[in-house]
């Protein structure tokens, strides 16, 4: 079973930028597609964006040109770009482990909040 942890979320003024990490363990993370999810108060966990193990991308059309994700197989981590960032995009981050079209694992959720 693969462990996740996220890392990088905080607080930041519109048109900001922050780049989350998800460190894997416990498992081989190339095998995995991995994803960004995220989750804002009174609203249902959303894909963010999802990177395939050779690398493919897709995005949400709200990040779409924003967010970048991308992957260092090498070192066990995701990562999730954040520019522009938009007070709507105030959530909780979650990085997913995902194998065969099924969410194997979870992290613990990363706090990033948009305001001024």
């Known amino acids: 079973q693969v462990q996740l942890v996220e890392s990088g979320g905080g607080l930041v003024q519109p048109g900001g930028s922050l780049r989350l990490s998800c460190v894997a363990s416990?498992?081989?993370?190339?095998?995995?597609?991995m994803g960004w999810y995220r989750q804002a108060p009174g609203k249902q966990r959303e894909l963010v964006a999802i990177?395939?193990?050779?690398?493919?991308?897709n995005y949400a059309e709200s990040v779409l040109g924003r967010f970048t994700i991308s992957r260092d197989n090498a070192k066990n981590t995701m990562y999730l770009q954040m520019n522009s960032l938009k007070p709507k995009d105030t959530a909780v981050y979650y990085c997913?482990?995902?194998?065969?079209?099924?969410?194997?694992?979870w992290g613990q959720g990363a706090q990033v909040t948009v305001s001024s």
């Open positions: 416990g498992s081989t993370f190339s095998i995995y597609t």
């Open positions: 990177i395939t193990n050779d690398g493919s991308t």
């Open positions: 997913s482990a995902q194998r065969l079209g099924f969410i194997i694992s």
